[in-house]
C-alpha cells in the first residue's frame, strides 16, 4: 500500500468530503472538496491513512461503488448512517475532514474567527466582576477539619 | 554493557516529583543523577505555534501514550479498563500536558478510615505537608485567590486567572443556586513570575504552553537543580533496579538512545515513574531474592491503582463565551466534597467548571456527541455550537481497591524489549454512585445557565491522567510498600515519591500532593541522612 492517498482515492475522498460539507454561498463557507482543503486533508492524514482508507472503502461499498451517483439526499443519509456506526474509521474521516475544513482562513475568517495560531498573538478574556463571589464569601469555612473534636475546639 | 561511575542518588523520572525531589536534594552536594526516557520539549514544540494547533492534539500532542506513539513512549495494555491511561514521557512528565488545574488534597482525604470508614487512613497527615504544598506553590508558581471557605487556608502568590464571560455564567448560575465555587488555583502565571512570562491566553492548557506561562517542571524545578549541579540524562530507558547481596539496591540497568545497555550504579535509587511506570519498573525488577518484585513483600506492589473517574457535563448557553480563547480551567465547586450521611456513597467530588472548546475539537466533539450532522444542515448547526459551550467535570474521590492494578504484560513490550504495563481496572460502585450524583448536580447547573443539548460523557474521552496508589505508604510492611516517608520497607536504599505512594486518591487533581509528598520526602532524608539505612 502507498503511503499516500491514489488519484482514485482522492476522487472518492474529494465526493465523500464534499457531500459530509457542501459549500454555502449564503455563509461563505467552502465546501470541503475545495482543492486547498482537500489537499490538506490528504497531506495532513498521516498516522491515520489506513483508518481513512477503511472508511472510503466502506462508505464505496455501502453506495454499491456509486456514492458519486447518488443524490444529496442518499448521500447525506448514507454518511450519517456509516458515521453513527463505522467506528475507529469513521471516527479518523471525520477528524482528518474537519481538522482541515476548520483551519481553513476562508472557513474561520466566515465564522468570525482570527485565522491565525493562538502564538505569540494570544488572546483577551474579560477579566469579569468579582463582586459575584459575594454570595460565597461570607459563607464559613466548611472544609472538615481533622484536628476537631467533638465540641469543636482544635 | 557499559559500566558508569557509581552516583550518590539516581533518580528515575523527570517528571512532577523527579524533578522536586532533585531540586530539594541538590542543596546536600551528593552526586544525583536522573535518568529520563523522553527528551526535552522546546518551546517551538508546542502547537500553539502553528495553524494545525488543534490537529495536534490528536497526533503527537495526544494525551494517551498508545494513540501519540512518540518513539519515547512506551505501550500500555489498558483493554481491561474504561479508563485509560493519559501520561507524557519526557523531561517534565505529565506537567508538559497537564491542565495546571491546582488543588489541593482535603484534610479530609488522609483520614478516610477514621471519619468515614473505608480504605485506610495515610501514615501522614495534611498538616505535615502543609508546608511543602506552600512551599511547591512558591516553586511552580501558583496563581489562586485566598479566602476559599472550602479549602484550608493557602497563599497563591499570584492572583487568579480571569473569570471570563464562561465563568461569569457559571458563577451566576451558582449563585442562583446557592452553591459553592471559587476561582480555581492554577499553576498558570497570571502575572510574570519568577522569569516566567505571564499567560496570554493561548487556548487550552493541556497539549503546554508556548509562552512558558504554565508551569511544567522542566521550566520551574529543573533549570534550578540543574544549576545546583544535579545531572539529568534524557533518551534513557531504565528496564529494572539491581539489587545486590545485601538486598539493597545496587543501581539501575537502562537503554540509551542508540539502544545500549548500561549499569548505573548508585548509592540511593528514588523512584518517580509514575503510578505506572513505577510498579511496572518494581515488577520487572525480580530477581532470586525478590520473585515477585522489588519492594513487594506486601505484595501491594501495582494494587490499590487509582485513575479518578471523571464524568464531563457539557451544554450550550445563549450568550458568546470564552470558547478555547483562554485556559480550560476557570473556577471549582467544594459543595458536594465532604461525605453527606443523607447521600448513598461516602467521600465526594470537586465539580470542575471548564471553557469551550476551538473550532476543531468543538465539530469532533459535537460529531461524536451526535449534536452535529454532516450535510447540509452542518453549517447552522455548527453556527450554534462554537464557543457557547460549557462543560463541567466531576472529579470524583476513587478508593484504593486491591483487584484494581498494574501488572506486566505477558505479550506487549515497548521498543527496547521491556514488558509494558497491563491495566486491569473497574469502577467501584460507591464511585459509580457518586459519578451520578455529580452528573445530576451538573446538569442541574447547567439548567440554571439556562443551557441546552445538555450531555454526558461518562468516562470516554475523560482520562485525567492521575495515576496513583500502586506502591502505596504505611507504616505496616504488610499492608504498604514505603514507610511513612517513603522508604521501602523491604530495600533501605530504595525510595518512591511520585503520585504510587498515594493510600487514597481524593476527589481532586493530585499533581500539587504528589510534589508536596515528594519535597516531604526528600525534606525527611535530609534529615536523616547519617542513618537513611537504619
Ligand atoms: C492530559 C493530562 C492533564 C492533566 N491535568 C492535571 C491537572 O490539571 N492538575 C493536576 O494536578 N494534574 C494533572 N495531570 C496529572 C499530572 O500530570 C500527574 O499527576 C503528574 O505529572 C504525575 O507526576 P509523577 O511525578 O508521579 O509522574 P510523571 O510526571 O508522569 O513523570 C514520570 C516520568 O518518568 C519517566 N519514566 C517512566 N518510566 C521510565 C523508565 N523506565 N525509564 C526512564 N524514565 C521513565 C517518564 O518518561 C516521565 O517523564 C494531568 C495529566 C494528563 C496526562
Known amino acids: 500500500m502507498s503511503a499516500t492517498l491514489s488519484p482514485a482515492e482522492m476522487d472518492h475522498l474529494g465526493e465523500i468530503a464534499g457531500a459530509m460539507i457542501p459549500a454555502s454561498a449564503d455563509l461563505r463557507m467552502p465546501a470541503a472538496d475545495d482543492p486547498v482543503i482537500l489537499d490538506d486533508i490528504a497531506k495532513s492524514v498521516g498516522r491515520d491513512l489506513a483508518l481513512v482508507r477503511e472508511a472510503i472503502a466502506a462508505i464505496l461499498k455501502m453506495a454499491n461503488g456509486a456514492f458519486a451517483g447518488l443524490d444529496q439526499d442518499a448521500k447525506e443519509a448514507l454518511i450519517n448512517d456509516y458515521h453513527a456506526r463505522g467506528g475507529a474509521p469513521a471516527e479518523a474521516l471525520g477528524r482528518a475532514i474537519l481538522a482541515a475544513y476548520y483551519r481553513d482562513d476562508r472557513v474561520l475568517v466566515a465564522l468570525g474567527q482570527e485565522a491565525r495560531s493562538p502564538f505569540p498573538k494570544g488572546h483577551v478574556v474579560e477579566p469579569r466582576d468579582w463582586s459575584l463571589l459575594d454570595a460565597v464569601r461570607h459563607r464559613a469555612p466548611f472544609w472538615r477539619d481533622d484536628r476537631m473534636t467533638g465540641t469543636g475546639e482544635r | ?534
Open chain 2, 1 to 534: 554493557m557499559a559500566g558508569n561511575e557509581r552516583v550518590d542518588v539516581l533518580i528515575i523520572g523527570s517528571g512532577a516529583s523527579g524533578a522536586a525531589v532533585a531540586w530539594s536534594l541538590a542543596e546536600t552536594k551528593m552526586r544525583i543523577l536522573c535518568l529520563e526516557q523522553g527528551d526535552w520539549v522546546k518551546p517551538t514544540d508546542f502547537p500553539s505555534n502553528g495553524r494545525d494547533w488543534e490537529a495536534r492534539r490528536f497526533g503527537d500532542f495526544e494525551i494517551r501514550p498508545n494513540l501519540r506513539g512518540r518513539d519515547t513512549d512506551y505501550p500500555v495494555n489498558d483493554d481491561n479498563s474504561l479508563m485509560k491511561v493519559a501520561n507524557f514521557n519526557g523531561v517534565g512528565g505529565g506537567t508538559i500536558i497537564y491542565t495546571a488545574h491546582w488543588p489541593r488534597l482535603h484534610p479530609s482525604d488522609f483520614k478516610v478510615k477514621s471519619l468515614d470508614g473505608v480504605a485506610d487512613d495515610w501514615p501522614i497527615d495534611y498538616w505535615a505537608l502543609e508546608r511543602f504544598y506552600e512551599e511547591n506553590d512558591r516553586m511552580m508558581g501558583a496563581s489562586g485567590l485566598p479566602g476559599d471557605p472550602g479549602v484550608p487556608p493557602r497563599h497563591p502568590p499570584m492572583p487568579p486567572i480571569p473569570l471570563g464571560r464562561t465563568g461569569a455564567v457559571y458563577a451566576q448560575a451558582m449563585n442562583r443556586l446557592g452553591w459553592h465555587w471559587w476561582p480555581s488555583d492554577t499553576t498558570i502565571a497570571t502575572t510574570p513570575y519568577d522569569g516566567r512570562a505571564q499567560c496570554i491566553n493561548l487556548g487550552h492548557c493541556t497539549p503546554g504552553c508556548a509562552q512558558g506561562a504554565k508551569a511544567s517542571t522542566d521550566i520551574t524545578y529543573w533549570p534550578l537543580a540543574l544549576r545546583a549541579g544535579v545531572e539529568l540524562r534524557t533518551r534513557c530507558r531504565v528496564r529494572e533496579i539491581v539489587t545486590d547481596e545485601h538486598g539493597m539496591a545496587a543501581g539501575a540497568i537502562y537503554y540509551d538512545a542508540e539502544g545500549r545497555e548500561h549499569f548505573q550504579p548508585a548509592e540511593v535509587v528514588i523512584m518517580a515513574c509514575n503510578g505506572v511506570g513505577t510498579p511496572r519498573l518494581l515488577l520487572n525488577s525480580a530477581s532470586a531474592r525478590f520473585p515477585n518484585g522489588l519492594a513487594n513483600s506486601s505484595g501491594l506492589v501495582g494494587r490499590n491503582l487509582m485513575l479518578h473517574p471523571w464524568p464531563v457535563v457539557s451544554g450550550y448557553v445563549e450568550e458568546e463565551m470564552d470558547g478555547a480563547r483562554a485556559p480550560i480551567t476557570s473556577m471549582w465547586s467544594k459543595q458536594f466534597y465532604e461525605t453527606d450521611p443523607a447521600r448513598d456513597f461516602v467521600r465526594g467530588y470537586t465539580l470542575q467548571f471548564g471553557r469551550g472548546a476551538g473550532p476543531v475539537t468543538e465539530a469532533i466533539g459535537s460529531t461524536a456527541a451526535g449534536h452535529l450532522p454532516w450535510g447540509r444542515g452542518h453549517h447552522g448547526i455548527y453556527r450554534q455550537l462554537l464557543n457557547p459551550r460549557a462543560s463541567i467535570g466531576v472529579a470524583c474521590d476513587d478508593l484504593p481497591e486491591e483487584h484494581n492494578r498494574v501488572t506486566l504484560d505477558p505479550e506487549l513490550k515497548d521498543s527496547n524489549g521491556i514488558p509494558a504495563p497491563r491495566i486491569d481496572y473497574a469502577i467501584s460502585e460507591n464511585t459509580r454512585r457518586m459519578m451520578e450524583h455529580g452528573i445530576a448536580r451538573a446538569e442541574e447547573i447547567m439548567a440554571a445557565a439556562g443551557a441546552t443539548r445538555v450531555h454526558t460523557s461518562r468516562t470516554v474521552l475523560n482520562y485525567p491522567g492521575h495515576l496513583l496508589g500502586t506502591a502505596r505508604m504505611g507504616t505496616d510492611p504488610e499492608r504498604s510498600v514505603v514507610n511513612e516517608w517513603g522508604r521501602s520497607h523491604d530495600v533501605k536504599n530504595l525510595f518512591i515519591v511520585d503520585g504510587s505512594v498515594f493510600v487514597t486518591g481524593g476527589g481532586v487533581n493530585p499533581t500539587s500532593t504528589i510534589q508536596a509528598v515528594a519535597l516531604y520526602i526528600a525534606d525527611q532524608m535530609k534529615q536523616r541522612l547519617a542513618n537513611l539505612f537504619d
